[in-house]
Nanobody
Framework: QVQLVESGGGLVQAGDSLRLSCAAS????????MGWFRQAPGKEREFVAA????????AYAASVKGRFTVSRDNAKNTVYLQMNSLKPEDTAVYYC????????????????WGQGTQVTVSS
């Protein structure tokens, strides 16, 4: 069992930055990946970024590449999502999740999810 708790969301203006955190507890193997997804009202949940616990290989959605950075602190069992140059279209509830699958961009491959944190970007 894995528990995930996100924090760091809020209301910002376009062009601002935010850093989301996801604190993980429970049995997390080094082969697992942590992912960030987001869901805007009326839209499907979409992949944002992912990082593998061991080695730190990352993956990003095209819409955030170059603006968002995912990182991890293994000692703290915490994953971060640094979001820069935020746009109104980044407004969504952001979720972190954990998967043991190799394919990290698909939500259905993830086994455990946090409760989500709201990010709102005003124009």
């Amino acid at each position: 069992q894995v528990q995930l708790v996100e924090s760091g969301g809020g209301l910002v203006q376009a062009g601002d930055s935010l850093r989301l955190s996801c604190a993980a507890s429970g049995r997390i193997l080094s082969s697992y990946s942590m992912g960030w997804f987001r869901q805007a009202p009326g839209k499907e949940r979409e992949f944002v970024a992912a990082i593998r616990w061991s080695g730190g290989s990352t993956a990003y959605a095209a819409s955030v590449k170059g603006r968002f950075t995912v990182s991890r602190d293994n000692a703290k069992n915490t994953v971060y999502l640094q979001m820069n140059s935020l746009k109104p279209e980044d407004t969504a509830v952001y979720y972190c999740a954990v998967t043991s699958a190799l394919v990290r961009i698909t939500a259905r491959n993830y086994d455990y999810w946090g409760q989500g944190t709201q990010v709102t970007v005003s124009s």
